[in-house]
């Protein structure tokens, strides 16, 4: 290994989702990437033909590259906080990645009390929101820089070069013959890194049947009753999150017009009339394509939860009265493609901590 090669670890979907296509990106600073990946995210890369080495068989051992780049995971034990403790060991800095303002308390705790125990030397996030999360944690500001997420940059070059193409060939492929509008529901574990925060609570303003305490089902509840009243009525497709088995939804199998799994889901989103969700990141993914994308949250504690919403980027409803309505405006209602997302590219802010490691190791101040 050399300087100008960053080593990278990732194990859910939402920090693989940042390093895809991130090879290219930065072999135009003359680095390259050393990617290793184990968990979900194995399967989220090849789906996206990234090449990657399986950490599940034999782990990276940073030396001597120029950074050691650790994607979150919801696992408190994740092998990612023993390959930057290697790497420190071996004098290499180490990076984290953060796509949300979700859980930030939880992110680098493990399995300690301390929200700050595995905190790597420097952190990128993709928003001010999830920097504010962390400023608030105490970690200095001169150790957090803002990436644009490349997922969001990615959705939107999907956009301009698909937006003007005719949509009813791609509708008709994914969802089958039908005149009705469909409408795409992104499914999201009911569990994390606090898992009761994923369980009904006494705030809940949406209560979905009563049979279920999972906040994903709760809202899928919801919704299912809320479009019966609709003319017409909207078919509903469930696009499931990648950590979720094929089956986590037969319950509702009768209910519901589709599930989808696999592949890109950007596909799905695409093709639909309307995306709804609650705090996933493809929620603004689907947005950057031009989709129509409406959040349904139990409670407005969460809006938090996600930087698209809590800016307002995003329209949330946590009233279930308000469902109906606004879905049938929002179907009747043109796409257009949004601003574009701020701040520069991954590779750009890596290639600039690269850069700045090798000055303070010229000079003898790192």
């Known amino acids: 290994m050399t300087a100008n090669v960053i080593t990278v670890f990732v194990e859910d979907p939402g920090a693989a989702n940042m390093v895809v296509g991130l090879g290219p990106e930065l072999a135009a600073h003359g680095l390259s990437i050393d990617l290793w990946a184990t968990g979900a995210a194995c399967d989220h890369l090849i789906a996206r033909h990234t090449a990657f080495n399986d950490a599940g068989r034999e782990r990276p051992s940073p030396r001597g590259v120029g950074l050691a780049v650790i994607g979150t995971s919801e696992s408190p034990d994740t092998v990612g906080f023993e390959i930057a403790a290697q790497a420190r060991a071996n004098g290499v800095v180490t990076v984290g990645l953060v796509d949300s303002p979700a859980s930030a308390a939880d992110r680098f705790r493990g399995t300690t009390n301390d929200p700050l125990a595995h905190l790597p030397e420097h952190l990128i996030v993709t928003d001010e929101r999830t920097r504010a999360a962390f400023l608030d944690l105490g970690v200095p500001s001169t150790r957090i820089s803002i990436a644009a997420n490349p997922a969001l940059l990615r959705a939107r070059a999907r956009a301009e070069t698909n937006m003007k193409l005719p949509r009813a060939d791609r509708k008709k492929s994914l969802f089958g013959p039908g005149t009705n509008p469909v409408i795409v529901f992104l499914t999201e574990l009911s569990d994390g890194l606090d898992p009761d925060a994923f369980r009904r609570a006494d705030d809940y303003t949406m209560t979905g049947r009563g049979g279920s305490d999972a906040r994903t089902d709760i809202v899928l509840e919801t919704l299912l009753d809320v479009i019966q009243v609709l003319s017409p009525r909207p078919r509903l497709v469930l696009r499931l999150h990648p950590k979720e088995a094929p089956n986590a939804y ?117």
């Open 250 to 366: 037969d319950a509702y199998a009768d209910e519901v017009d589709g599930i989808s799994t696999g592949g890109d889901p950007l596909d799905v989103c695409e093709a639909a009339d309307l995306v709804i969700g609650m705090t996933t990141t493809l929620l603004s993914e689907a947005r950057q394509l031009g989709q129509k994308v409406l959040s349904a949250l139990p409670r407005a504690a969460e809006r938090d939860w996600s930087a698209g919403i809590a800016t307002g980027d995003i329209l949330c409803l946590t009233d279930p009265k308000d469902l109906a309505p606004t879905i049938a405006h929002m179907l009747a209602e043109p796409r257009q493609i949004p601003p574009a997302p701020v701040g520069a590219p991954l590779a750009d802010v890596l290639a600039t901590l690269v850069t700045d490691r090798s000055r303070e190791t010229r000079t003898g101040t790192g």
